[in-house]
Nanobody, 123 residues
Framework: VQLVESGGGLVQAGGSLRLSCAASAFAFGDYTIGWFRQAPGKEREGVSCISTVDGRTYSRDSVKGRFTISSDNAKNAVYLQMNSLEVEDTAVYYC?????????????????WGQGTPVTVST
């Protein structure tokens, strides 16, 4: 399983970014793909997850209404559209794959990880 993130960068508060996660070497349509983030000095946390089986999604409260997760099974890709970015969203963002769905993107379910893409939101 290989996952490659892209789309991170530097953006001003209130701006937008779209992260992409390209997946290969596994049956993409049978997995849960999650976006996680880790800020300096903080634990990694689940941001948003999507089941490529039935399209169900989960997003943490702090990003609801601002971030949207979507998938394109034909392209083996998952996206995270991030709008109204806040300084607190600054982190390295990772995508990961899990063989089963778990509510609230439980970290322990995800065994395959990308290398991460940094997102910096400035004032």
């Amino acid at each position: 399983v290989q996952l490659v993130e892209s789309g991170g960068g530097l953006v001003q508060a209130g701006g937008s970014l779209r992260l992409s996660c390209a997946a290969s070497a596994f049956a993409f349509g049978d997995y849960t793909i999650g976006w996680f983030r880790q800020a300096p000095g903080k634990e990694r946390e689940g941001v948003s997850c999507i089941s490529t089986v039935d399209g169900r999604t989960y997003s943490r409260d702090s990003v609801k209404g601002r971030f949207t997760i979507s998938s394109d099974n034909a392209k083996n890709a998952v996206y995270l559209q991030m709008n109204s970015l806040e300084v607190e969203d600054t982190a390295v963002y990772y995508c990961a794959a899990a063989a089963v769905w778990g509510s609230k993107c439980p970290l322990g379910y995800f065994g395959s990880w990308g290398q991460g893409t940094p997102v910096t939101v400035s004032t």
